[in-house]
């Protein structure tokens, strides 16, 4: 019985870290899944010896899992929401880090005619009038309240069979997209990386309204005191200096460089982000 | 000389009595054999003395001894054969890791047990390769192993052919000199050879306790007689 | 075909992510199993043996669980383990150690009520043994279980095959950290997710092998006790 004890002891055990050489980072799978983190922090690593442990989940889920106080830092894409944290106690300092954009998807033969729009309102209008399928993401992420967002502005809302709210991320919905011929809208990281595109492609892109800012948040140590808060705003600090910008800007999936640091804007951000480097 | 004594034992089953009251003292040593027709009540006869039915009424002591506690000292031979998933010597053993022997008398206890049943070539065969005569000898092994003073078998015959019964014949003979032992059987004739007591049941009641040779010479209820000419009873 | 190169050419390449995946999930998986084995298969084996009242229905209750959707045991173990929880303190939300304690629930049930259906039958034909040799609980036990290991050891791989094939619990308790707590099942999730579908397929025929390799080498052995398996009625 004894052997036993020890042997699910040692089954049990992981391997033990001090704890705070590592930080878990709650973020959103269209960030993961577009490889910016595969990129960055090995950087981060080099230069400090922190780990950062990526959590990756749905935004609602990213935020839920650091008002637990289950990670660190906060890295997601919705400003309201990342507002209400604060402003709810769960987060502190909250950082402008990076922003990319959110494109229209549809497929390459654009029954709606989308491809011919000047706005974005001009495309939703187009597809609320034609009624192909639509696929929305449905799950309250950063992506989906976006798009809520934008019908919404263009006094446009969606229902019937033709609009599908699938409940799933960035890839799912993509997926299904790729297998029914479907119009959606997509962070411009995660399509960029997205190996299933079959008749899919880009048919509107690059309106302002369609810009989709990033910021890091610590946890806030007053509601969780286990959290590893210096370790957490070291890579805040690292992420919003010069060399973690940069590191941000050099990071190109097929050669187009996906996200443009913002963190600084007395600098000249131009040179980081030439606005069309990123269509 | 093992001393048993029932007062007013019975085996009940809800409101209907299956055996007895049996009221009954023997002294006795040898081969006592249970005689009856099917259903009489033999097996339930042997349960009620090992101390194994939970629904009996009455007390059965064993040389003062209430027959549940003390099943240690006794064997039993099932009527029908139990193997299990192991090799000869293994059932065997099963019976001293049972009763709490150390491992270090295990070993020879088996090898007596495995040679007084005539299974010494087989100890290590798996018992479920056993032909119906060898797994009763070893049955028969499994309750001698652990040097009981009293022996119940229960059928040791039943569905052996001429060869394997002669074989248990000389066995159960041969253990009758030094273990008082119980036995349940059909065949009259060999009964009369071994037996030196009668125990006769019909229909779940002791008809007749008797020495052999009176019994079969003299038998003194109807029951008996009828039984011993082979009428259906 | 094009995906059983690839998945050769995964294996082959010895590629070192991989690698460390197919380790992480064979050690949350194989932990996970031993640890239910060992108490769920005692658990088991008295659940045959003993009368209580109220056992009907925790056999019903134990083959209910036995389709536990995964994602729910995550969601549970993840509120149990968050620092917002009732074992926050512990610290052991997304590392391998959660993932280890939520397959092991998941898995508890079926190894409990396959155990128990395999010796039950067991215990019903020993059992007449059993009370003849007053074998105390634990070792009717350990006999049931042993004399049943063919059929425990597929109660064992039945429940290491739900623990490697399941994504739902891993996901959610241990966050799917890239080198921390990613293993084959949520590596294909996430290659789903990102389109590359043929990488994802040609994953799942890896684990298959992984899975096949185990499932054969336990039919191996357990054939080696075939031969004392019964072979006559």
């Given amino acids: ?104 998807i549809g497929p390459k033969d654009d029954p709606a005619g989308v491809a011919k729009s000047q706005e974005t309102s001009d495309a939703l209008r187009a597809i609320k009038a034609a009624q192909p399928f639509f696929i929305s993401r449905g799950d309250d992420s950063g ?64 309106e302002p309204l369609l810009r989709n800012p990033y ?27 010069k060399a973690g910008q940069q590191a941000i800007a050099d990071f190109k999936v097929k050669n187009k460089q996906l996200f443009c640091p913002n963190a600084q804007p007395e600098q000249d951000s131009k040179a980081f982000c030439p606005s069309n480097s990123l269509y | 000389m093992t001393q048993l004594s029932l007062n007013q034992a019975k085996v009940t089953s809800g409101t209907e009595t299956l055996l007895g009251p049996i009221t009954l003292n023997l002294n006795f040593a040898g081969i006592t054999a249970i005689l009856g027709p099917n259903g009489a009540g033999k097996s339930l006869f042997l349960a009620l003395i090992h101390g194994t039915i939970a629904s009996c009424k009455g007390t059965v002591l064993w040389s003062g001894e209430t027959a549940t506690t003390n099943r240690a000292s006794r064997g039993y031979m099932l009527q029908n054969s139990v193997i299990l998933r192991r090799t000869v010597r293994a059932n065997i053993d ?39 005569g060898e797994l009763r000898r070893m049955n028969l092994a499994r309750a001698l192993v652990t040097s009981p003073k009293v022996l119940l078998l229960d059928e040791p015959f039943a569905g052996l052919d001429p060869a394997a019964s002669t074989a248990m014949e000389t066995i159960i003979t041969e253990v009758g000199k030094s273990t008082a032992i119980f036995m349940a059987h059909h065949d009259l004739v060999q009964t009369r050879r071994m037996s030196s007591y009668v125990l006769f049941f019909t229909n779940g009641q002791l008809r007749e306790n008797a020495f052999a040779p009176a019994f079969f010479s003299e038998p003194k209820s109807n029951e008996a007689q009828q039984f011993l000419q082979g009428q259906l009873l | ?120 039958p067991l215990n019903r034909e020993y059992s007449g043994l059993f009370n ?67 990488l994802a397929l040609a994953l799942g025929l890896v684990l298959l092998a992984i899975a096949f390799s185990i499932s054969l080498l336990t039919h191996t052995i357990a054939r080696l006790g075939e031969k004392y398996q019964m072979v006559r009625a």
């Fill in chain 1, 143 to 206: 992506t989906h309240k976006k798009e809520q967002e934008l019908w919404a502005s263009s006094t446009l809302f969606p229902t019937g069979d033709w609009y599908r709210e699938i409940g799933a991320g960035m890839g799912a919905a993509l997926n299904m997209a790729a297998a029914t011929d479907a119009y959606l809208i997509s962070d411009r990281g995660t399509w960029l990386s997205f190996g299933n595109r079959q008749n899919l492609t880009i048919l509107f892109q690059g």
């Fill in chain 3, 1 to 120: 075909m094009e995906i059983f190169k690839t998945a050769i050419g995964l294996i082959l390449s010895g590629d070192a992510d991989l690698v460390t995946i197919i380790s992480l999930s064979l050690r949350v998986s194989l932990s996970a199993t031993l640890i239910a084995a060992l108490f769920a298969i005692p658990a088991g084996a008295t659940l045959a043996i003993l009368q209580f009242p109220g056992r009907r229905l925790l056999l019903v209750i134990s083959s209910a669980f036995m389709a536990l959707p995964p994602v729910m045991v995550g969601l549970v173990v993840y509120l149990l383990l968050s620092r917002s929880g009732p074992l926050g303190g512990l610290g052991l939300l997304f590392t391998p150690t959660a993932m280890i304690i939520a397959q092991t629930i998941l898995i508890f049930p079926i190894i409990l009520s396959l155990t128990q259906q395999a010796v039950q």
């Fill in chain 1, 1 to 104: 019985m004894k052997f036993f004890s020890l042997l699910i002891v040692a089954l049990l055990s992981s391997a033990a870290t001090a704890a705070d050489t590592t930080i878990t980072l709650a973020s959103t799978t269209s960030t993961q899944n577009s490889g910016l983190y595969d990129h960055l922090l090995p950087l981060f690593k080099v230069e400090t010896g922190i780990t950062v442990n990526v959590v990756a989940v749905g935004t609602g889920q990213a935020i839920k899992i650091a008002e637990n106080g289950d990670a660190d830092a906060l890295l997601v894409h919705h400003r309201p929401s990342e507002d209400a944290f604060v402003a709810n106690g769960f987060g502190i300092e909250r950082r402008d880090i990076m922003y990319n954009d959110y494109v229209v």
């Fill in chain 1, 215 to 241: 910021g890091l948040i610590l946890v806030n140590p007053a509601k969780h005191p286990h959290v590893s808060v210096a370790s957490a705003r070291r890579f805040a600090t690292w992420l919003t200096s």
């Fill in chain 2, 94 to 132: 099963f019976a001293l890791q049972s009763r709490g022997f150390k491992n270090r008398e295990r070993g020879f206890k088996i090898d007596a047990a495995l040679e007084q049943a005539q299974l010494t070539d087989r100890a290590d065969a798996p018992a479920a390769s056993l032909s119906g």
């Fill in chain 3, 132 to 198: 003849a040799l007053d074998t105390s609980r634990g070792l009717r036990i350990k006999t049931i279980i042993w004399d049943a290991r063919f059929a425990v050891s597929i109660a064992i791989l039945a429940g290491f095959g739900r623990a490697l094939a399941e994504v739902g619990a891993v996901i959610i308790v241990g966050g799917n950290i890239n080198g921390m707590t990613r293993v084959m099942t949520t590596t294909i999730a996430l290659e789903t997710s990102k389109g590359n579908l043929q």
